[in-house]
């Protein structure tokens, strides 16, 4: 214990150093050293380093290339009003939104709505005329209905309704489950909606959409 | 037990410097590097002031990366998204640690046994001849964080008390990183600058932020590691210029070249004259191939590199003298990992094995080695389960063998630098989703670590054979039963620790 002193010099400059702890997202600390220039454009980096170098989604992170910018700055909102509790949106988006401006979220969103997003095509294949069966169609005995109407006939989304084409089946998936465990109870319609699909009918649906592209949504 | 015996004498006689030669250098790292103590940091409280992310975004249990993690280290350091000081990024570490030893020192004072008590002065945090405690362990400040733009930087700067109480200068990491997007490829790039070949890798199989992540200064270590596990030198006393590309994101490609730090500067860092010289410019190269799908991700790969080594730090000569021999060292290393991460579960398993081919020219001329060639093998397998990430178990497998060298070798059992044996550690992390309201970036990790050794540096009931007393008289002659017989599991070691971060 004879370097105690060390230590607590430590945490003394540590406490100087990380100025106060209640900031303001983004503001200027008053005992600023350099006074810096903000960097052009949005901070993208924060992003990617998750979903992807350009943001076509990475691991558990969704793609968010080519997303709906109005979808994005939806979601930002519900996942800094908690709204949005999935497990992993409490373990990475929570905090992501605590600390991000509104403006600075809708550059984000108007930049990734802008890239060209490309087909996870990670679906099985073999699902693929029944996902889209249930997708233009539904099944009305069963009130389940067309997904087309809300998604676009090439699943492309329109204003704040999400593009689901292309988006990774382990996403989609993911999302349909958790609606029907009780997770984002806001997102209506959606909580309904899923609660009628089968598991079955999930596989196939997050199939089929996993492979739509432009191209292959217009055939 | 060359390696072990002079580091024991070298420090129970206040004397930092061991013999200088590759084994003794071998054996100062085998027990500060191989073993992990000196080299580790992680999950830094700056990373997670900058980003806005708890630990658990990058880290399992720190310091084993996630997918998310190797991409913000890839990406230099700089992603944001927390709170903006403006002000350096700086975060401090203590490492408090108790170690238990299977069996007490008690070789005779003055014997050539490693395993004689260690005298004063120089002895740090030590306590009794088979239990240590030492409360500042290891005491660091980092600057860790974004400098500017694309700019970034891991920097460690170390005070270890145990033996050395030293101040070091430990590893660092400084990146420029950036993206391309050329025709359907998406490239991080980045140059990298770093002070121990591995330190800038972002997996966890290799030796520099590899398992264990943490060890006992105390303990005894095998005396025989790799290179790249660092039996030839510690953090600083090289340096690295290179650059690297990670391709969509999963093909990942990387070249640096090493040199070494002036003597002078060495000396300055590390308490005494380096005991072994990197000659030249070394090469240095990885290859991975890493693929995620949903909450699964699996890497294969292959690093590298290739040294001139000037053996003993040829210490009467000045550096680059005409026509005196190096060793050449050469390491290929291959390794994989698979990781599988929910937000409940996280399991990782790693695999690493490296093959050192060791041209010791210049050892043989100096008397330090009997052969012109050896080689030298490591494996390492280990397998980490996080709950929350807040409890972690990992099961670790170890096996290091070569060839026998009646010099480099010497008080080995039949000259052998074989070592095998297996590494338990529980540990519970109560802040990795964030730290107490005060401090919520605050990490901590405590735990307890078991290493179990089937084989110690040749031996497996006799690992002293050749320590005589202050008389000459043989302490354990031929693997008898003697009161001074050591065997290998008789280094078994209990390490209970307490890692703190802010």
Not at chain 1, 7 to 25: D, E, K, R
Not at chain 2, 369 to 376: G, H, K, P, Q
Not at chain 2, 424 to 432: E, G, I, K, T, V
Request: charged share 15%; hydrophobic share 40%; net charge negative.
């Amino acid at each position: 214990m004879k370097h105690i002193g060390l230590t607590v010099a430590s945490l003394v400059i540590s406490l100087w150093a990380t100025g106060p702890l209640c900031a303001q997202p983004d503001a200027s600390y008053p005992l600023a050293l350099l006074p810096l220039p903000a960097a052009n454009g949005p901070p993208v980096k924060n992003c990617t380093y998750c979903h992807g170098v350009s943001a076509q989604g990475l691991a558990t992170a969704p793609r968010l290339a080519g997303q709906r910018a109005a979808y994005i700055e939806k979601e930002l909102s519900a996942f800094r009003g908690h709204e949005r509790d999935n497990p992993l949106s409490q373990l990475y988006m929570w905090n992501v939104a605590a600390n991000l401006k509104p403006e600075t979220g809708r550059e984000l969103a108007v930049y990734f709505s802008q890239l060209p997003p490309r087909a996870a095509a990670d679906g099985n294949r073999g699902l693929f005329d029944e996902g889209r069966a249930l997708y233009q169609q539904g099944v009305p005995n069963a009130n389940i209905v067309t997904c087309v109407v809300c998604h676009g006939p090439n699943a492309e989304g329109v204003r704040d309704i999400p593009r689901l084409g292309g988006l990774s089946y382990l996403y989609l998936k993911r999302r349909m489950e958790e609606w029907n465990k009780g997770y984002h109870p806001t997102a209506r319609p959606m909580p309904q909606v899923a609660r009628e699909l089968s598991p079955a009918e999930i596989d196939a649906l997050a199939s089929y959409l996993s492979f739509l592209d432009e191209e292959t949504a217009s055939k | 037990m060359a390696g072990t015996n002079e580091l024991f004498n070298a420090m129970h006689a206040g004397n930092k410097m061991p013999r200088p030669s590759r084994i003794g250098a071998a054996a100062v790292v085998g027990l500060a590097a191989f073993m992990g103590a000196g080299e580790q940091a992680s999950a830094l409280p700056s990373f997670a002031r900058q980003t806005g992310q708890t630990c658990s975004t990058c880290h399992t249990a720190f310091p084993q990366l996630t997918p998310y993690g190797r991409r913000f280290k890839l990406g230099g350091y700089t992603a944001g998204g927390g709170i903006d000081t403006q002000l350096p990024p700086v975060s401090f570490m203590l490492q408090s640690q108790f170690t238990n030893i299977g069996r007490s020192l008690n070789a005779p004072l003055g014997s050539s046994s490693a395993y004689a008590p260690p005298q004063a002065p120089g002895l740090g945090g030590y306590n009794d001849t088979n239990n240590w405690t030492d409360f500042s362990s290891q005491v660091s400040i980092f600057y860790g964080g974004k400098i500017w733009g694309n700019l970034g930087a891991f920097i460690q700067a170390t005070y270890a008390q145990d033996y050395g109480e030293a101040f070091n200068w430990d590893n660092s990491d400084v990146r420029y990183a950036d993206t391309l997007h050329i025709g359907g490829f998406d490239v991080l790039w980045g140059l990298d600058f770093n002070n121990n070949p591995t330190v800038q890798d972002p997996w966890n199989t290799t030796p520099a932020w590899g398992f264990p992540f943490i060890s006992s200064p105390f303990a005894p270590g095998p005396a025989a590691a790799t290179m790249l596990e660092g039996a030839d030198w510690g953090p600083g006393q090289v340096v690295s210029a290179g650059a690297y590309a990670f391709i969509n994101d999963m093909l990942y490609l990387e070249f640096s070249a090493y040199g070494a730090t002036s003597k002078s500067f060495q000396w300055a860092i590390t308490g005494g004259p380096p005991s072994n010289l990197l000659s030249g410019v070394a090469p240095y190269y990885r290859v991975a191939l890493e693929k995620n799908w949903g909450e699964h991700s699996l890497e294969v790969g292959a690093y590298g590199m290739n040294a001139n080594v000037i053996t003993g730090g040829n210490q009467s000569l000045p550096v680059g003298t005409f026509g005196w021999p190096t060793d050449i060292i050469t390491d290929n290393g291959f390794d994989a990992q698979y990781q599988w991460i929910t937000d409940t579960h996280a399991v990782t398993l790693r695999a690493n094995y490296i093959i050192e081919r060791q041209n010791l020219v210049s050892s043989v001329l100096q008397g330090f080695a009997a052969n012109n060639v050896d080689y030298l093998r490591s494996l390492k397998l280990s397998g980490e389960y996080v709950y929350k990430n807040t409890y972690a178990f990992t099961a670790t497998y170890f096996n290091i063998n070569g060839t026998a060298d009646m010099t480099l070798y010497a008080p080995n059992a039949n000259f052998s630098p074989n070592s095998e044996g297996w590494m338990f550690d529980a540990s519970y992390l109560p802040f990795s989703r964030g730290g107490p309201s005060f401090w919520p970036w605050a990490n901590a990790r405590i735990g307890l670590t078991y290493t179990l050794y089937t084989r110690f540096n040749g031996g497996t009931n006799n690992i002293d054979p050749t320590a005589v007393d202050v008389n000459g008289t043989t302490l354990c002659n031929g693997g008898s039963v003697t009161p001074y017989c050591r065997k290998a599991s008789d280094n078994n070691t209990l390490l209970a620790y307490a890692w703190f971060m802010w």
